[in-house]
């Protein structure tokens, strides 16, 4: 895999950019117990959005893990799971909002929020705020007791712990290093970002071509077995 851009979150912040389909975006959480909400929309349209309905559906589970598509709205692929060292995030709750604080928590003052890191990040690509649906909250750890009632534990992630994913189509993409001490166990942490891409060389299953033989030695060799 080959790096393209490399962006560091700090506590409390968000970012938007563009990913191009086939290239991979890693999150990463440096320090440990720490959230990044995440969503996308298609690039070509912004009407088409991550659907945290749509792949909870088709996945049949709520803790989506290696393997796993994430569908939009219009059920198609945006992004596959290949890669994931915790094994627990959650596509359940929507971004943490000045209500959330208000609302949950009965703080009075301003508080920082994924929604309006989103929001205000996102604004540039020309998405508003109301078109920012359920995010899918990366290293988020809640749990769904008999009840139905959730409980919100502290994030599995330890220092250096990932998610990876590949763009299934061009996407503006939205995210955070989140702002809730519920989510965080109590404390706000940066996460980092990388964007790479896939080198074909490396993930052909042929090792001749790995040794980088040419191709047309390579038909040779196949001719003389
Ligand atoms: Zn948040």
Same mark, same amino acid.
């Given at each position: 895999m080959t790096l393209v851009e490399r962006r560091h !979150?700090?506590?409390? $912040?968000?970012? %938007?950019?563009? #990913? @191009?389909?086939? @290239? !991979? !975006?890693?999150v990463v959480d440096p320090t440990g117990e720490q959230v990044s909400d995440l969503i996308s929309f298609s690039a070509a349209d912004h009407s088409e959005w991550l659907s945290s309905g749509r792949t909870i559906d088709y996945a049949n589970t709520i803790y989506l893990t290696t393997g +796993? $598509? !994430? =569908?939009?709205?219009?059920?198609? *692929?945006?992004?596959?799971i290949i890669d994931d060292t915790v094994g627990r995030h959650?596509?359940?709750? $929507? *971004?943490?909002?000045p209500e $959330?604080?208000?609302? #949950? =928590?009965?703080?009075?003052? +301003? +508080? *920082?929020?994924?929604f309006e890191n989103l929001w205000r990040n996102l604004a540039s690509f020309g998405i508003a705020p109301d078109a920012i649906p359920t995010t899918l909250n990366v290293f988020m750890n809640v749990v769904v007791l008999p009840s139905g009632e959730l409980q919100i534990l502290p994030p599995r992630s330890r220092a250096g712990d990932y998610l990876l994913l590949r763009a299934e189509m061009d996407l503006v993409v939205g995210?955070?290093?989140?702002? %809730?001490?519920l989510s965080n166990n109590g404390t706000f942490k940066p996460i980092d970002l990388e964007i790479l891409t896939d080198d074909p060389v490396e993930t052909q299953k042929d090792p001749r071509r790995r040794s980088g033989r040419p191709q047309s030695d390579e038909r040779a060799a196949r001719a003389s077995e």
């Open positions: !979150l700090e506590p409390q $912040t968000g970012t %938007a950019f563009v #990913i @191009q389909c086939g @290239q !991979l !975006l890693r +796993h $598509t !994430l =569908y939009s709205n219009r059920s198609r *692929p945006m992004w596959t959650d596509f359940l709750l $929507t *971004p943490c909002s $959330t604080f208000t609302i #949950i =928590y009965k703080t009075t003052a +301003h +508080h *920082p929020s994924c995210i955070t290093a989140c702002s %809730a001490e």
